[in-house]
């Protein structure tokens, strides 16, 4: 009888260890994410976008403010510490600074060159970034080069629906001066560029001058600014001129629904059509 019992107990044990060993194995804390730091919000949406869960993401600069122009905060320090790498475009001036403050190894810097814009140039960032994921997750490659598939055919559809737009309007007639951040954007999409101007703190009076001039001889109908570098000089220029100020957004996220880099360059593209529509007389309506 005594056997039994001992027998009994022994498979009670047995059975009730392997009961728990499954809540046992779900009660251990996860490896901790791997933390990508970006000075932007265009590198930090596709990051993000590529790395989805298996990243913790975050971005330096407010997406209004020009780069140029950031000041460094002392929690600035302490994110740049936590994180496995560091995404920069190499036109911010005071990273360097950041850097040296924390000592960084080399491999943690990766520079970032080059505009987003057009579409095709985004691509080829998102594939830069994609890249740099996988050399420092090689364990997630796939799933890091699935995202960013997606992603790339995310761009292709809207900047497709984009150009067909702006074909059906047959931009190509409207004169514009714009901002020299935003050129290659409204060179893509077909309008007739005749000047551009520099960010305001490096425009001379002469230069000043000669953009009025400029404006009135082509009789140019648009100005198109950038919301990052500031919009009073452009829209005394359009003042001056007689012309109409458009104002795009070069980072996702500085205005409303435009939190990735799809949907800010529908936001752009719609504020053009919806100004031309009105000055022709058409109704306006928004394409998604």
């Not at 009670?12 to 996860?30: D, K, Q, R, V, Y």
């Not at 095709?120 to 970034?129: H, T, Y």
Request: glycine share 6%.
């Amino acid at each position: 009888m005594l056997k039994k019992v001992t027998s009994y107990l022994l498979l009670t044990t047995f059975l009730l260890g392997i009961s728990f060993t499954p809540t046992a194995l779900s009660n251990e804390t996860p490896p901790e994410k791997k933390v990508v730091l970006t000075t932007t919000t265009i590198l930090a949406d596709f990051t993000s976008r590529i790395g989805k869960d298996r990243l913790k993401v975050v971005s330096l600069i407010p997406p209004g403010v020009c780069p140029a122009h950031y000041d460094l905060k002392p929690s600035d320090i302490d994110a740049a510490l936590k994180a496995k790498v560091i995404f920069y475009h190499g036109f911010e001036p005071w990273l360097e600074k950041l850097a040296k403050s924390i000592g960084a190894p080399e491999e943690k810097m990766v520079v970032l060159k080059g505009s987003w814009h057009p579409f095709s140039q985004a691509i080829e960032l998102v594939e830069k970034i994609q890249e740099e994921l996988f050399r420092i997750d090689p364990q997630n490659g796939s799933y890091y080069e699935k995202n960013a598939d997606e992603i790339v055919q995310s761009i292709k559809k809207t900047a497709q629906e984009i150009k067909q737009e702006a074909q059906k309007l047959n931009i190509s007639q409207y004169k514009v001066i714009c901002m020299l951040w935003q050129k290659s954007f409204v060179e893509w999409i077909g309008l007739n560029i005749v000047g551009s101007y520099p960010p305001p703190e490096r425009i001379s009076l002469k230069k000043v001058q000669e953009l009025v001039d400029l404006g009135k001889r082509e009789k140019v109908k648009l100005i198109i600014d950038n919301l990052q570098a500031g919009t009073n000089f452009g829209y005394n220029l359009a003042q001056d001129i007689g012309a109409k100020q458009v104002i795009f957004t070069n980072f996702p996220g500085a205005v409303a629904e435009t939190e990735t880099y799809e949907k800010m360059i529908m936001y752009n593209a719609n504020e053009l059509f919806n100004m031309i529509k009105r000055s022709e007389g058409k109704n306006e309506n928004e394409i998604h």
